[in-house]
């Protein structure tokens, strides 16, 4: 070796490549940041899963939330740190499943729907299969409908609608404001179970607050609306978090029906101004 010069010696675990060959690859790592939140959405449906087994129906539905909030937060995160990547976004579906799909269907199931009998469990899976279809069709058509609107409603939301069903009635259980118990309430329960799984799949636009600019400045008056909306939802978590998804739950079919009566096309047949946003993945 020629004085003056260092030997460079190859990278543990990596075979240098042989003459002829190309040069072998590194593997590529992943973010930590965005698949913290994931991770910590999925640990929360797990975690609504295993107190539905303990009889606890209000943690499993207050826990069903908070994955939702970790769930709205991941893919942001990623979009505003540039660490948006192909495994974040696979990652970011098999956890929606787990707590927006299964979670639900299963603690549903045990809240009073296992009461039915055959109609209960196949409620559960009309649910489970909606989301599952969902999310298929959401990521085979990720950059092809317009990122204003979901193609049928979000399972974050349907699941929130569901879960947030439990939480109400068993907040007012405690409350004394209600005295129906869950048994009394199990075709409530199949409606709400089987509506949601339905609408999963639907062609029903629901919108889909992507098209918010965080970084944009905004009137003080949209300030004093975020307050208002903190406090009105700390007056009554259970009560106002469960009418406002039941009113987005609907909101879907009223814009169909709107857009069906303008003679308007569907906002995923608006291909043009679809395909000039990004892919949304992380």
Known sequence: MEPGRRRFRPLRGVRPAAPGEPAPRRARGIYLLPNAFTTASLFCGFYAIVQAMNARFDHAAMATFVAMLLDSLDGRVARLTNTQSAFGEQYDSLSDMVSFGAAPALIMYEWTLRGLGKWGWLAAFVYCAGAALRLARFNANIGVVDKRYFQGMPSPAAAAMVMGLIWIVTDLRETRWITASPKDLAWVAWVFTVYAGVTMVSNAPFYSFKDINLRRSVPFIFVIGV?????????????????????YGLSGYVVWAWRLKSGRSAPWREVPDARESPPESK
Do not use: Y
């Open 227 to 247: 307050v208002l909306l903190f406090v009105l939802v700390s007056s009554d978590p259970p009560v106002v978090l469960f009418s406002l998804f039941v009113l």
